[in-house]
Each structure stands twice: as structure tokens, then as C-alpha cells.
């Protein structure tokens, strides 16, 4: 079957190196983001989320940054591995609403 | 394990013939959601539900039925299905509604109509 990578922006990164994913999302009354990995064959997996009252997270090797002002989300990974490869989705929710609006996604690509 | 379960991971079938793609979580959640993942156009949610009973459309319920008997279980049928519905299909899982906590998702259903 076709895979969900196609027609994704990609991000190809070397080991060891910082990776930086950008999301712009939709709606300036979403309060609350999650950014999501899905490996090949794979369903999304939960990395790391954060709430409008905040700039910045950070998890184990990721950083999640939220800029309200332009409504752009990035994700940071640092000293990428090959198994970060896959793609990265960022979503988005108002809260009192049941609904996770997914964006496109990044395939990010990382050689050994 | 804690975990949400598809069934089945792979589905072939044709035009018209009635299907059912199982769901189930263990995690007691309230809140389960159906999506479809097609390349180019992301996940799109097509149906959820917040409880049993209650069930509700997302963004494509078009072609879709579900059902929420149970707390555990919400499956997804196609009563005719068509080839615009072939899609890989994602069920998922959440404690705290959308808004909190994230989802858990299950591996995913290629369904192919032709």
C-alpha cells in the first residue's frame, strides 16, 4: 500500500545532530498541542505535549516550543538517532472540544 | 499491556460487501475516535465517541456507522463499502477527552475496496 510518507516535507539529518520540526497550526483559540511520532507499520505514538499558558517543555531529548503570537509549534530532538526516523505530527484542540486536529506531518529521515 | 486493539491489521474486500473493524482498549478510557490516514491529507477524524452511548461525527463520517455498547469496545462498519474508502484506519483511545493527556492509538487497519 502507499505509504503515509509520500508527498510529506522531509527532514534529512545526520546521527548526533539536533533536529528542529516546525508546525504551523490553524486556530488561535487552541489551547492545547501534542506532537506525535508514527514509525512505519506503526499507529502515532505520544511524545510530548504542552498548554497555551506555556512557552516551553521539555521531555527526554525533546524540547517542545509554542509561539502563540504567529500560532507555529516546533519540536526539538537533540543528538538524533537513526531510531527517531519516521514521521512527526503536530495536533491541536480547544479545550472543552473532543477533537485533536492533526497537521500534515514531517517525515524526518536520519542517516547512520 | 496497556494498549488498543485493531482487528483485523490487513482487509481486502469488494465493493458493497458489509465490514466491521474491531476496536477495543483496556485502559477503561471514556473517549474513543476513529480516523483515516490517506498520504497527502493526514489523519482525519471520522467518528468519536465520549462515553457509551454517545457518539458523534468528526470531519468524514460519510460511509461510516459506529457503535458504543460498551465501554471497551467501539467498532467501525462500512454497510456498503466503496473503493474511496480504501485508507489505512487508526482507532485511539483517551482518558481525558481530547484536550488532555494525549491519545493512545492502535497499529492500524489497511483496508482496500476494489
Known amino acids: 500500500g502507499e505509504s503515509v510518507g509520500l508527498h510529506l516535507p522531509t527532514l534529512s539529518v545526520q546521527e548526533g545532530d539536533n533536529s528542529i520540526i516546525n508546525c504551523a497550526y490553524s486556530n488561535s483559540a487552541s489551547d492545547y498541542f501534542i506532537w506525535y511520532k508514527q514509525e512505519s507499520g506503526k499507529g502515532p505514538q505520544f511524545i510530548i505535549d504542552i498548554r497555551s499558558n506555556m512557552d516551553k517543555r521539555q521531555g527526554q531529548r525533546v524540547t517542545v516550543l509554542l509561539n502563540k503570537t504567529v500560532k507555529h509549534l516546533s519540536l526539538q530532538i537533540a543528538a538524533t538517532q537513526p531510531g527517531d526516523s519516521a514521521v512527526y505530527f503536530c495536533a491541536e484542540n480547544i479545550e472543552g472540544y473532543s477533537t485533536l486536529t492533526f497537521g500534515k506531518g514531517t517525515m524526518l529521515l536520519v542517516s547512520p | 499491556e496497556a494498549q488498543v486493539t485493531q482487528n483485523p491489521r490487513y482487509l481486502i474486500t469488494v465493493t458493497g460487501k458489509k465490514l466491521t473493524v474491531t476496536c477495543s482498549q483496556n485502559?477503561?478510557?471514556?473517549?474513543m475516535s476513529w480516523y483515516r490516514q490517506d498520504p497527502g491529507l493526514g489523519l482525519r477524524q471520522i467518528y468519536y465517541s465520549m462515553n457509551v452511548e454517545v457518539t458523534d461525527k468528526g470531519d468524514v463520517p460519510e460511509g461510516y456507522k459506529v457503535s458504543r455498547k460498551e465501554k471497551r469496545n467501539f467498532p467501525l462498519i462500512l454497510e456498503s463499502p466503496s473503493p474511496n474508502q480504501t485508507s489505512l484506519y487508526f482507532c485511539?483511545?483517551?482518558?481525558?477527552?481530547?484536550?488532555?493527556?494525549?491519545?493512545?492509538f492502535g497499529s492500524g487497519t489497511r483496508l482496500t475496496v476494489v
Open positions: 485511539a483511545s483517551s482518558s481525558m477527552g481530547a484536550g488532555g493527556g494525549g491519545y493512545t
Open positions: 485502559m477503561n478510557h471514556e473517549y
